[in-house]
């Protein structure tokens, strides 16, 4: 090729490799010609983060702004009018990530932005601790998306429970994921447990943080109501927690060094909740298999295992498995060796 021609490629084939690519790479590719720039650009946006109003608004000011963004990460502060505007010029939203504003800490969320026809499309919603406004009584709150997938960061008291009751009610038939905090005194527990009670039927995959520590009572009645719970993953597992897990779960994952952090060895907690009668698969995500054979009873664990034909194996979750029910998959997924 000499110097004065321009590197050619079919676009779909470039979007095809740059689709793949870090923000780095794409950044330095939409420096290469006209023709790379605008593929590198489609990618670039279709993961957009506006982290606090004043990026937003900047991205707003933009005349002519839109952008076919599957996952868009939006900040506090923003006006109402200015979260429709946001929603309008972004197409095709999957995935919404809600932050609160770090230097205004009074910022909040209007839900009433969210009822706009441009979200529904959303199937993948994050709330990262961002704060609500109160809803108005006596306001109808049908939201037009219906999720997969629904994570809850911060306290139980985070999200007002009409907030999260509209939410997980626009979802009732299709939202079959979700990701909690458990943090909170027991009363604002049971005020927020009670808003999951719809989708217990439907629920696949639950994951629990905080669990062992925290007020989670008022959680082990809705855990025994997931009848069709497939995935479940704990950071602070406890016997109460696996005890209360229905038959149809397939696989435990947990988090937590128990060899540090607990006097209950994972012989105790697995063997004494029962749960390796019903389950398919143990995941040690915190620790080496090294580390478990180091502590006393592992071996005897293990053995019960191989014994009840369940799998053990250790490190994150495989995307494979994460796929399974169509959980976000938004840019590249780490493997671990041998899966």
């Known amino acids: 090729m000499q110097a004065t021609e321009r590197p050619q490629l079919p676009p779909e084939l470039l979007l095809d490799i740059l689709s793949t690519s870090s923000r780095s790479t794409l950044l330095a590719s939409s420096l290469v010609c006209r023709g790379w720039r605008a593929v590198a650009q489609v990618v670039l946006e279709s993961h957009l983060s506006l982290p606090t109003k004043q990026v937003a608004r900047a991205y707003l000011s933009c005349p002519g702004r839109r952008s076919k963004t599957r ?25 919404l990530v809600l932050l609160p504003d770090r230097s205004h800490q009074r910022a909040k969320f209007d839900l009433r932005a969210f009822k706009t026809p441009a979200l529904k499309g959303l199937r993948s919603l994050h709330l990262a601790g961002a704060a609500f406004e109160d809803l108005a009584p006596g306001v109808g709150w049908n939201l037009p998306f219906s999720l997969n997938y629904l ?8 999200l007002p429970r009409p907030i999260l009751a509209a939410i997980v009610a626009s979802s009732r038939s299709t939202l079959h994921t979700l990701d909690l905090d458990c943090y909170g005194s027991h009363t604002s527990a049971r005020a927020f447990a009670s808003c999951f009670g719809p989708i217990a039927s439907t629920l696949r995959a639950l994951e629990l943080h905080g669990s062992a520590e925290r007020q989670v009572a008022p959680f082990l009645p809705f855990l025994s109501s997931c009848t069709d719970l497939v995935l479940f993953t704990c950071w602070e597992a406890n016997p ?6 229905p038959p149809s779960v397939e696989q435990v994952s947990i988090g937590k060094n128990f060899i540090f952090h607990s006097d209950v060895p994972y012989e105790q907690l697995l063997l004494e909740s029962g749960v390796l009668s019903t389950v398919k698969r143990v995941r040690f995500t915190g620790i080496s298999q090294a580390t478990l054979r180091a502590q006393f009873g592992a071996e005897d664990l293990l053995q019960e295992c191989a014994r009840l034909g369940v799998e053990v194996d ?19 997924t780490k493997m671990i060796p041998g899966h």
């Open 71 to 95: 996952s868009l990460t939006v900040g506090a502060g923003l006006s109402i009018d200015e979260y429709l505007d946001l929603f309008d010029c972004c197409e095709g939203i999957e995935e």
């Open 151 to 158: 994570t809850c960061k911060g306290t139980y008291s985070a």
């Open 240 to 245: 109460a927690v696996l005890s209360a897990l």
């Open 314 to 332: 250790f490190g994150v979750q495989p995307s494979r498995l994460a796929g399974r029910y169509g959980w976000p998959k938004f840019g590249r």
